[in-house]
């Protein structure tokens, strides 16, 4: 049986993953989902797997190279794939440091544990390991808003904010790694995901929750920001599917082609709340355009982000299958199944979670 380690497993795209591995390869493979636990990690993600024999959670720092280097020694690690991180730009411009700290010293000690585990006498390494670094586009910085460039895996790097020149550093820590030990990794950078268990601190979950409350929606600068939005569960197919087919050493770019300004989100997101709310529901009230608020810009706000997803359609036979249309609705649904979920997390009560539930590991 295969096994899986997987960082940061209790955030956003890492708790999809998980589900999306355990509904497709079902008890075929074990997963060790490794999880520091900070603000963005909640195990109520995960509650209808934790009691699953092949699912193991391990609350660890990434950049504690005895916790990590444990993990190896006692379990014949097959497969890493890497989401921890500190993922929220504008938190990164109000405290850099923490960036640096996890997603590059964390990503050094994950690449030299996976390689002290893996590798031969002779320098190469067990067959059949391998270790993907999932990053963002954000690396390849800012594009012109002329709907015709796009980011492409030769695109140069040119990182604005903490967050994207960590995310940044550690892809070329990875690529460090894979010229001068071929060390057998891929890199995936990704462009804006959206869908459950997306932390209220994100543009469309915020919305969402504001919006279903009547509070002020805000808007950086003058709204016609341009990302390029997937569905997350199109991206941990994507995931799986370079692991698969993809060839080693390289990187691939995973992108939607589902380009939007930031002010239309929002537009889509109000109109289909009111598609979706019941006539006799009470929030329809709240819902209103009247909430949007232009508040003052992001700094450094990168202008527009977009992928060319060609290389991964080629090689890999990845497309995006979710049309944003249908993913904000069953996001939107998700939100509304399960507003318990939204309570805990802006009360703070889903850090409780691993009190209650892991007392005694
Ligand atoms: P998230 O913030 O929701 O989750 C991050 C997870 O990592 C949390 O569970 C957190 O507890 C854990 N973590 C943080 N620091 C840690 C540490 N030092 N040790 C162990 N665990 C730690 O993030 P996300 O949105 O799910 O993003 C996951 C990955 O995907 C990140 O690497 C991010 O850069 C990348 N990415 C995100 C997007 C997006 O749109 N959200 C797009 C492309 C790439
Ligand atoms: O492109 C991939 C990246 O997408 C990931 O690497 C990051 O981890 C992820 O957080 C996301 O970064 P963004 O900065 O694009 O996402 P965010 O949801 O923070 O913002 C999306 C856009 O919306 C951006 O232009 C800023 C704007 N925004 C955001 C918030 C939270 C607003 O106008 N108002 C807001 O309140």
């Given at each position: 049986m295969r096994t899986y380690l997987v960082t940061g497993g209790a955030g956003f795209i890492g708790s999809n993953y998980i589900h999306y591995m355990f509904r497709k390869y079902d008890n075929e493979i074990r997963i060790i989902n490794v999880d520091a636990l900070t603000y963005a990690g909640n195990l109520e993600n995960l509650k209808d797997i934790e009691n699953r024999d092949n699912y193991t959670f391990v609350k660890a720092d990434i950049t504690d190279k005895e916790a990590i280097a444990k993990i190896f020694a006692?379990?014949?690690?097959?497969?890493?794939?890497?989401?921890?991180?500190?993922?929220?730009?504008?938190?990164?411009i109000k405290n850099p440091e923490v960036f640096v700290k996890t997603n590059v010293l964390g990503t050094a000690v994950m690449l030299n544990c996976a390689k002290a585990a893996w590798e031969l006498e002779d320098g190469s390494f067990k067959e059949g390991k391998k270790f993907l670094h999932v990053s963002t586009d954000e690396v390849y910085g800012s594009l012109p808003d002329d709907g015709k460039s796009y980011f492409y895996e030769t695109t140069p790097y040119s990182p604005h904010s903490p967050y994207s020149a960590s995310k940044a550093s550690s892809d070329m820590l990875v690529k460090a790694y894979i010229d001068t030990y071929h060390f057998p990794a891929n890199i995936t950078n990704c462009s804006n995901n959206y869908g459950p268990y997306q932390f209220p601190e994100k543009l469309i979950p915020l919305i969402i929750n504001?919006?279903?409350?009547?509070?002020?929606?805000?808007?950086?600068g003058d709204g016609m920001n341009i990302r390029d939005w997937l569905y997350v569960d199109d991206h941990a197919k994507a995931i799986d599917m370079v692991q698969e087919k993809g060839r080693?050493?390289?990187?691939?770019?995973?992108?939607?082609?589902?380009e939007k300004r930031n002010i239309e989100i929002i537009n889509i997101i109000l109109d289909t709340l009111l598609e979706m709310l019941p006539e006799n529901d009470p929030r329809r009230a709240n819902v209103s355009k009247d909430l949007i608020t232009y508040v003052e810009d992001r700094k450094g706000h990168d202008r527009r982000y977009a992928i060319a997803p060609d290389k991964i359609k080629k090689e890999v036979g990845w497309e995006p299958e979710t049309m944003f249309a249908e993913g904000i609705k069953k996001t939107i649904a998700w939100f509304f199944e399960h507003e318990d979920w939204m309570k805990n997390v802006t009360s703070g009560d889903y850090q409780k979670y691993y009190a209650d539930m892991y007392q005694n590991k």
């Open positions: 006692e379990n014949d690690i097959d497969r890493v794939v890497h989401f921890a991180a500190e993922s929220h730009v504008d938190r990164s504001n919006a279903l409350q009547g509070k002020k929606l805000p808007v950086y080693l050493g390289e990187t691939y770019n995973i992108g939607g082609h589902n």
